[in-house]
């Protein structure tokens, strides 16, 4: 099933119908324009495998917490962005039968296709049905780029070898539940529907958050090249409307229902004006038509393309990943709404029920600091300075004090909503992601005033947990730190993993850094700040104490970082002895065998290495990227575009590459057996830094911009553009070497493989 979907430089294709791959297909062809998104399910009733999921950003639900035991200071629900209403459906009757493809005599061709290039998902099937009748159907939809909140279906529709009497009911139906609800509650409340000749409606609300969506239609049916706008029958129940077309067809005529569909919610709208602003969106798109529609939101399309494609030739698996990462990370989020975020699973599933994760800062800022405009990771990071008094909060509840922040791992409104301990306690390197992504920030794009303006405050809550989070240890002579998880999640409670001291450390003194600076640069914003934060100088004092004697855990023999203290202690088995029926291992082995294993999840040391690659020689790096790869089961998607980063960094091209397609082609080949239940939305700004970073070798030193290249061999060339402080900066790497052009913005000059060029 690996190679499963076609090659192709723009599409993803399936060619054939496949009743086990359904749901994968449905995760990989979704929809998404920001502001909602839509799984590839099928419009007409299916009775196979399916996951049917429409989501709509922004709205969530906090299901209450499961747990068998409940301990003090858990998080009191793990919030779900929501599955919403189902705007696709129909029911299709054909001479008396329904027409679904899990219950038709046979199927003939089947064929189901995500357009990248201009945002479109398409499907045909030609089926013969119990009756005898034989359908052939083409369909396409899309959700709008132009204008969000509308989307758009034109399902089309013929009986080849008979007249027919087609019964088509057009429906819209909120009374949807999440697959993964921990009580098998339903979440949305019946607030109003109703159906007419014209237009239906359905509004819901949720439980708890009061987040008021609704859905409005308008259905018409083309046949002999004139339109039918009002159906023969329409109804409503609870959540719940549609609107019915009889028509009779000749042997081979083909009809054509159009539905539009307007989603809005309360996050946008006041409920009193949703019904107005539907007709006014519904009006003007009828107006227009389809064609029009498509080509206004393909028009957008190929804006985001002319910024951010990548282009690889001599490659197609290669191409076909990169521009899926894209294209999916674009459909999550595209910066306009800055109370967004980008969840793991976007708009494709419903695991990872929370919106943001670490996965924000530490990969998704720097690909949208690079491919937008810095607006965008501005409004990212400002995001996590409005939760700042939530993740005070929750610090306190954990027994910090004194304007101490943690912020949460998983969070929608700045609360933590993850209910798993391990995580939600131990993993608490979080606050070093989010600390390193204001330095990241303003490191690439020089922007000064963010310290002053929201920066510090951050910064200074950050460093002050930390400094209550260590201890001094008598026995080392050395603050230390317990009880914690690091990015490996398959080892929970242990004692000095060392990416959690060095963050811990590196962020204490980057608050002080920029403490320092500002007192040199704008001593009254200082003084408002210190007001503020009731900050006094002398906390400076104890973040140096502790940051000029931390314990790291190494292996001086090896010449090593530790992940942990007692990790050589663990029988050191390598991942290329592990038989293959072994893996996934979180799938194959027990927990309990897992945790007492040597197995890395994801990048631990190497994450830190990465990060602050600047601190360490190349040597370092080689004897840690060593060590670490062998032990490491890639089991995050955020892994293996940090190694593939890193063996760029030491040489290593042949791992580079074999790390980067399996982080381009980790949904495309489900490679994790996941992919099922939603892609991963995230670590696809991972795949873009493995070229960018890895193969482009980008990165900004000494306030200067630096490509260090290499192409994978097999490959003719890349070209990627990045921007840049005002300028857009085109890279080429082919087999000759590598050159770059400034697109626009003023000159500048930067360092290509070690060579200063003027642009
Ligand atoms: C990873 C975390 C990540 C989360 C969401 C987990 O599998 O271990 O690091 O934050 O997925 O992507």
């Not at 696809?684 to 980008?698: C, H, N, P, R």
Request: a negative charge.
């Amino acid at each position: 099933m690996k190679d499963y979907i076609k090659l192709d430089e723009w599409k993803i294709i399936e060619d054939h119908y496949n009743i086990d791959h359904n749901e994968v297909s449905e995760s990989l062809c979704s929809i998404g324009n920001g502001h909602m998104g839509q799984r590839a399910n099928f419009e007409e009733d299916y009775s196979g495998k399916t996951l049917q999921g429409s989501y709509v950003g922004g709205v969530y639900y906090p299901d209450k917490t499961k747990v068998g035991w409940w301990k003090n200071g858990y998080p009191e629900y793990f919030a779900k962005v929501l599955n919403s209403v189902n705007w696709i459906g129909l029911n299709i009757e054909i001479n008396g039968e329904i027409l679904d493809l899990h219950q038709t005599a046979k199927i003939t061709n089947f064929y189901r296709e995500l357009d990248m290039m201009n945002g479109i998902l398409r499907r045909s099937f030609s089926c013969e049905m119990k009756n005898g009748a034989v359908v052939e159907v083409k369909t396409q939809r899309f959700v709008s780029m132009n204008q969000v909140e509308l989307g758009v279906i034109s399902y089309s529709l013929s009986v080849i070898n008979m007249d027919a009497v087609i019964h088509i009911t057009s429906y819209l139906d909120a009374d949807i539940t999440n697959k993964d609800s921990n009580y098998d509650e339903n979440f949305w409340l019946e607030i109003d529907q109703f159906s007419n000749l014209e237009r239906m409606s359905v509004t819901t609300e949720t439980k708890k958050t009061d987040f008021v969506v609704n859905a409005t239609v308008f259905t018409q049916i083309e046949q002999n090249g004139t339109y039918i706008t009002q159906p023969n029958a329409y109804g409503t129940h609870d959540k719940y409307a549609n609107q019915s077309f009889y028509i009779n067809t000749k042997k081979g005529e083909e009809i054509t229902l159009e539905k539009f569909v307007v989603i809005a919610s309360s996050l946008n709208h006041n409920p009193l004006e949703f019904e107005q602003n539907a007709d006014s969106i519904l009006n003007q798109a009828v107006f227009k038509g389809i064609s029009q529609l498509e080509n206004e939101h393909s028009a957008q399309w190929h804006k985001i393309w002319n910024d951010c494609d990548i282009s690889i030739s001599g490659d197609v698996a290669a191409q076909q990943g990169i521009r899926f990462n894209i294209f999916h990370l674009y459909q999550t989020y595209t910066g306009r709404d800055s109370r967004l975020n980008i969840g793991p699973k976007g708009f494709t599933g419903e695991k990872y029920g929370g919106s943001t994760y670490w996965d924000t800062e530490a990969y998704c800022i720097p690909f949208y600091m690079s491919t937008t405009s810095e607006e965008v990771a501005r409004n990212l990071l400002v995001y996590r300075h409005n939760h700042l008094g939530k993740a005070i909060e929750n610090a306190t509840k954990l027994g910090f004090k004194d304007g101490a922040a943690l912020y949460p791992m998983v969070t929608m409104n700045g609360e933590e909503c993850h209910n798993e301990w391990e995580i939600t306690f131990e993993e608490i390197h979080r606050n070093g992601a989010i600390a390193f992504a204001i330095y990241d920030y303003i490191r690439y794009t020089n922007d000064t005033t963010y310290i002053a303006e929201y920066g510090l405050e951050v910064l200074i809550a950050i460093a002050r947990f930390w400094s209550q989070r260590v201890n001094f240890s008598e026995e080392k002579g050395k603050y230390v730190m317990l009880g914690v998880t690091g990015p490996n999640e398959y080892e929970n409670n242990v004692n000095n993993n060392w990416y959690t001291n060095y963050i811990a450390c590196w962020c204490m003194d980057y608050a002080t850094e920029c403490y320092n600076k500002l007192k040199e640069t704008n001593p009254e914003r200082l003084q408002e700040i210190a007001k503020i934060t009731n900050f006094k100088e002398s906390e400076l004092d104890k973040f140096y104490k502790i940051t000029s004697n931390m314990y790291y855990p190494e292996n001086k023999e090896l010449g090593i970082f530790l992940q942990q203290d007692g990790y050589m202690d663990k029988e050191q088995i390598l991942v290329n002895d592990l038989p293959t029926a072994d893996r996934p291992l979180n799938q194959k082995w027990s927990w309990d065998r897992i945790l007492r294993s040597c197995f890395i999840k994801q990048a631990d040391v190497l994450q830190g290495i990465y990060f602050f690659e600047d601190q360490f020689n190349l040597e370092t790096l080689e004897r840690n990227f060593h060590f670490y790869e062998q032990r490491t089961v890639h089991e995050s998607s955020l892994s293996p575009c940090v190694h593939s980063i890193l063996a760029a960094k030491i040489g290593d091209e042949a791992k580079s590459y074999e790390m980067y397609l399996r982080t381009s082609r980790l949904d495309l080949n489900d490679y994790n057996n996941d992919t099922e239940d939603g892609l991963h939305i995230t670590s696809m700004a991972g795949t873009w830094l493995s070229i960018v970073k890895g193969f482009g070798g980008m990165m900004v030193k000494d306030d200067k911009l630096h490509f260090t290249t290499f192409l994978p061999t097999g490959w003719e060339g890349i070209s990627f553009k990045v921007k840049y402080r005002g300028r857009v900066i085109a890279v080429q790497i082919n087999k000759s070497g590598a050159e770059i052009k400034k697109e626009s913005g003023d000159s500048l000059s930067v360092i290509l493989n070690n060579k200063v060029v003027s642009l």
